[in-house]
């Protein structure tokens, strides 16, 4: 409640997996809640792989189900603007599937591995998509959002660097034009950069 300050749980997921989390959540384009799980990671930074999954809280009935399963490390979440295609990254697998998307009742099918993210960009993390469709993924580790079309996915775009930070989380379009682009970070110990969080 916003006026209040309450919180209240909707649903618990997992519960046989109680060192799971949730990662990154977006809500589609018709107001649903997707969010995906991962392991949590152990001291030395390693983590149980395939151990997550996605997950879609429906707007109306505030029931969860599940998406997509085996999933290492779940993070970005777009979806293409004629509302037919879900896009989904796994930052372990280093790669962005494809869904058919039923924007009617938010059902995925037809997964497929769209692009194959060159590991000198970074970790594919946080993801948004522009009005002419191409998508923009954040790369964890590189300083950089990277640019692809989904119509050519071996077709790398290029890249925007961000001065002063180089583990980029995720981004966003803003602006009366939705044409500025907005970018998080991550400030880790061993990343003392000055724009870094």
Not at 38 to 55: C, I, R, T, V, W
Not at 91 to 119: C, M, P, Q, T
Not at 142 to 169: E, M, R, W
């Amino acid at each position: 409640d916003i006026s209040s300050g309450e919180m209240k749980v909707l649903q618990e997921i997992e519960k046989d997996k109680p060192t799971n989390r949730l990662n990154d959540g977006k809500c589609d384009p018709q107001g649903r809640f997707w969010a995906g799980t991962m392991a949590k990671q152990n001291p030395d930074l390693s983590l149980e792989k395939e151990n997550g999954s996605l997950f879609m809280l429906s707007a109306g009935s505030g029931q969860v189900s599940f998406q997509f399963p085996k999933v290492t490390i779940s993070n970005g979440l777009a979806w293409s603007n004629d509302h037919k295609t879900m896009y989904f990254v796994d930052s372990d697998k280093l790669v962005v599937y494809a869904f058919d998307f039923n924007a009617e009742d938010g059902s995925i099918s037809n997964s497929r591995v769209l692009i194959n993210h060159d590991s000198k960009l970074g970790f594919p993390d946080g993801m948004a998509i522009d009005r002419q469709g191409r998508l923009w993924i954040a790369g964890f580790s590189s300083g950089q959002v990277h640019c692809y079309d989904p119509s050519q996915p071996d077709k790398f775009l290029g890249s925007i660097s961000i001065p002063g930070a180089s583990n980029i989380t995720s981004c966003c379009f803003g602006g009366e034009n939705l044409d500025e682009i907005y970018v998080t970070s991550a400030s880790l110990k061993a990343d003392p950069l000055p724009n870094a969080g």
